[in-house]
């Protein structure tokens, strides 16, 4: 039994490592559409937070201006409901900064950019962070 609890817990922390790696080696519309189907049940909130963000993505991927802003405010606002409702996932902050810091200003969604840094500068400072998480948002944001 404690090798099966092991297993279990040592396999969700590889999990979500390996779900953040596999996030930012997206490089297709093809491997985004394949992340998306491969998480899109996943219960787990971080994991949605970047299903989300992938769904975001395939904005880049249509050609028709009006479709481009309806698939990114449709999945901006799951974005926003989802932070809303776990206001101290770190993941899905720094899924929303990654965001907000590359969409262009034009665009309007940079509304939480101080609020997000703010939190993930407060995880820097936590004895318990991930490492391979501040070096993905040390990476791919500003911070």
Known sequence: MKVLFLLFFTTSLV???YVVAEF?????????????????????VSIKAYVIAAKMKQAEHTM??????QIFKRHKKELNQLIASNPTNIHARYMRL????????FIGYNAFIKEDKKILKKYFL??????????????????
């Open 15 to 17: 999990t979500m490592q």
């Open 24 to 44: 930012h080696a997206l490089q297709t519309e093809k491997a985004e559409l394949a992340f998306i189907k491969k998480y899109n049940g996943s219960k787990k």
């Open 64 to 69: 028709n201006p009006i479709k481009k802003v």
């Open 98 to 105: 990654v965001i907000q810091e590359k969409t262009p200003s």
């Open 126 to 143: 936590q004895a318990n962070k991930k490492v391979y998480l501040e070096k993905f948002i040390k990476k791919n944001t500003s911070l």
